[in-house]
C-alpha cells in the first residue's frame, strides 16, 4: 500500500499553461505539506494544511494555489506556468502540526515547463 | 547565508568504509532532527529522527546531534553499494506550524 501518492508522476507542458498536481495520504495524517526540489536537489517548504486550514504558506508566487478538500488530500494547481517553475515536487504528510511529528514523503512529481 | 549548511559531496568511498556526513546550522531554536534518504527519482525517506542532543543509533546508522555547535552527524558503518544515495539532513523548532529546514544534501557513492 502506498502511504503518500502523486499523481501525476512526470508532467511536461508549455511556457503559459495551467497544471494540477494531486497528492493523497492513508497514513491517517491530519497535517499535509507541499515542498519544491530544485535542480540542486534542494528541498523547500511551499505549504502546509493541517485540517483542511492553511498553516504555512512561504513566499511562493500566487500564481501557486493549494487546495486540501480533505485531511488526505492536498491538490497544487499551477496558474501560467514559467521555466523556472521546472522542479520536482514532494507531497509529505505528518500525525500533527508541531514539531516533533515526522514527515513522510511521496515519490515526487517531475514537472518540466518548455 | 543558509539557515542549514551540507556539503554536497559527491563523497566516494570503498564498500566496508565508514562514512561521517554533517550538517551545520544556525538557528538554536531547532529541537528535532532527522536524516533523510533520497535515491535517483525517488521521493526522500527518513533514516534517523533525534531530539535535542545525543546520539542515536539504528543498525548501521549512528545519528549525532551536538546543540552547543550546532552541529549534526550521520555515520554509516560498513557501508554497502545500496548505500549510494543522496542524504538529506533535515530539522525543525517546536512551534505550532513547524517547518522543516533541509540541508542541500550530500551525495554518496559506495564502491565495491
Known amino acids: 500500500d502506498t502511504a503518500v501518492s502523486q499523481t501525476p508522476k512526470y508532467l511536461v507542458t508549455q511556457m503559459g499553461n495551467d497544471k494540477s498536481i494531486k497528492c493523497e495520504q492513508n497514513l491517517g495524517h491530519d497535517t499535509m505539506y507541499w515542498y519544491k526540489q530544485d535542480s540542486k536537489k534542494f528541498l523547500k517548504i511551499m505549504f502546509s494544511y493541517n485540517n483542511k486550514e492553511l498553516i504555512i504558506n512561504e513566499t511562493v508566487p500566487n500564481r501557486f494555489s493549494p487546495k486540501s478538500p480533505d485531511k488526505a488530500h492536498l491538490n497544487l494547481h499551477i496558474n501560467s506556468l514559467e521555466l523556472g517553475d521546472s522542479a520536482v515536487y514532494f507531497c509529505?504528510?505528518?500525525?500533527?502540526?508541531?514539531?516533533?511529528?515526522?514527515?513522510?514523503f511521496g515519490p515526487g512529481t517531475r514537472l518540466t515547463v518548455l | 547565508q543558509k539557515e542549514v549548511e551540507q556539503d554536497p559531496g559527491p563523497l566516494s568511498v570503498p564498500e566496508g568504509a565508514i562514512v561521517s556526513l554533517n550538517c551545520t546550522y544556525s538557528n538554536s531554536a531547532f529541537q528535532y532532527f532527522m536524516w533523510y534518504r533520497q535515491y535517483s527519482r525517488k521521493g526522500p525517506e527518513l533514516l534517523m529522527y533525534t531530539y535535542s542532543s545525543g546520539n542515536k543509533e539504528d543498525g548501521r546508522f549512528t545519528a549525532q546531534v551536538d546543540k552547543s555547535s550546532k552541529y549534526i552527524s550521520l555515520f554509516i558503518r560498513d557501508s554497502q553499494p545500496s548505500d549510494s544515495a543522496t542524504y538529506l539532513c533535515?530539522?525543525?523548532?517546536?512551534?505550532?506550524?513547524?517547518?522543516?529546514?533541509f540541508g542541500t544534501g550530500t551525495r554518496l557513492q559506495v564502491t565495491l
Open positions: 533535515a530539522m525543525k523548532s517546536t512551534g505550532t506550524a513547524s517547518k522543516l529546514t
Open positions: 509529505a504528510s505528518s500525525l500533527g502540526r508541531t514539531g516533533q511529528w515526522t514527515q513522510y
